[in-house]
């Protein structure tokens, strides 16, 4: 059975930082593409960043020069370190990934975390 648990969430100040991880069972996040979503209340679940299988990375705009997707395979976890974080970033954050074998970058995933919350106060 797979398992992605998310962890590192929290009440944070603009300006600060946080580092969201991600942990697996049941699958080996090395060779698999990867991502972090989010999902604010009253809105769409949005990409904010994912990795290919290859470690090439892609960001939302929103994001770009302030978070980092990173993996550790050797813990089988993957972060998501968030720096300068601002109001509108609070949200849900989810973890997800899919197959061995998918594209770099697919447009759906198969496997996801139960989610963890981002508040960023003013």
């Known amino acids: 059975q797979v398992q992605l648990v998310e962890s590192g969430g929290g009440l944070v100040q603009a300006g600060g930082s946080l580092r969201l991880s991600c942990a697996a069972s049941?699958?080996?996040?090395?060779?698999?593409?990867i991502a972090w979503y989010r999902q604010a209340p009253g809105k769409q679940r949005e990409l904010v960043a994912a990795?290919?299988?290859?470690?090439?990375?892609k960001y939302a705009d929103s994001v770009k020069g302030r978070f980092t997707i990173s993996r550790d395979n050797a813990k089988n976890t993957v972060y998501l370190q968030m720096s300068s974080l601002k109001p509108v970033d609070t949200a849900v954050y989810y973890c997800?990934?899919?197959?061995?074998?998918?594209?770099?970058?697919?447009?759906?995933?198969?496997?996801w975390g139960q989610g963890t919350q981002v508040t960023v106060s003013l």
């Open positions: 997800a990934s899919t197959f061995m074998g998918s594209s770099d970058f697919p447009p759906n995933y198969d496997y």
């Open positions: 990795m290919s299988a290859g470690d090439s990375t």
């Open positions: 049941g699958i080996f996040f090395s060779s698999r593409p």
